[in-house]
């Protein structure tokens, strides 16, 4: 599941205009540093995924993204992601960029107005 959980956040973050395109050579990269998913249901062979994504929270150095897995209308899994933005010389973290805490600020705004 979680590798699912991983092309729903590309795909996420392509939505947004985002990419971490060419992390490995650039002067930050993007660790998933926890990882947590909880199975409500099984999945079989060949199974059609839907899994929806949203910003769960936005931090300084962070972002925290929430995943549900469905087939056909039942939730089959949740879980969550948290990355860590960290500068490639040093080894720590370091604030994420701004047009990425910025999309992604505005995407979870977005959620909050349509949950109203």
Same mark, same amino acid.
């Not at 505005?106 to 109203?116: C, N, P, T």
């Given at each position: 599941?979680?590798?699912?959980?991983?092309?729903?956040?590309?795909?996420?973050?392509?939505?947004?205009?985002?990419?971490?395109k060419?992390?490995?050579?650039?002067? &930050?990269?993007?660790?998933? #540093?926890?990882v947590? !998913?909880?199975? /409500? %249901?099984?999945?079989?062979?060949?199974?059609?995924?839907?899994?929806?994504?949203?910003?769960?929270?936005?931090?300084?150095?962070?972002?925290?993204?929430?995943?549900?897995?469905?087939?056909?209308?039942?939730? &089959?899994?949740?879980?969550? #992601?948290?990355?860590? !933005?960290?500068? /490639? %010389?040093?080894?720590?973290?370091?604030?994420l960029?701004?047009?990425?805490?910025?999309a992604?600020?505005?995407?979870?705004?977005?959620?909050?107005?349509?949950?109203?």
């Open positions: 599941m979680l590798r699912h959980f991983e092309a729903a956040e590309i795909e996420f973050l392509r939505s947004l205009g985002l990419l971490h060419d992390a490995s050579v650039s002067a &930050v990269n993007f660790p998933r #540093v926890h947590e !998913c909880t199975y /409500t %249901s099984m999945v079989q062979y060949d199974d059609l995924l839907n899994i929806a994504v949203r910003v769960e929270r936005v931090g300084n150095s962070s972002y925290k993204l929430a995943f549900e897995a469905n087939v056909e209308e039942r939730l &089959v899994a949740r879980g969550f #992601v948290t990355v860590v !933005c960290v500068d /490639t %010389s040093t080894g720590r973290s370091r604030p960029p701004p047009e990425l805490a910025e992604l600020k505005k995407s979870r705004q977005a959620e909050g107005e349509e949950h109203v």
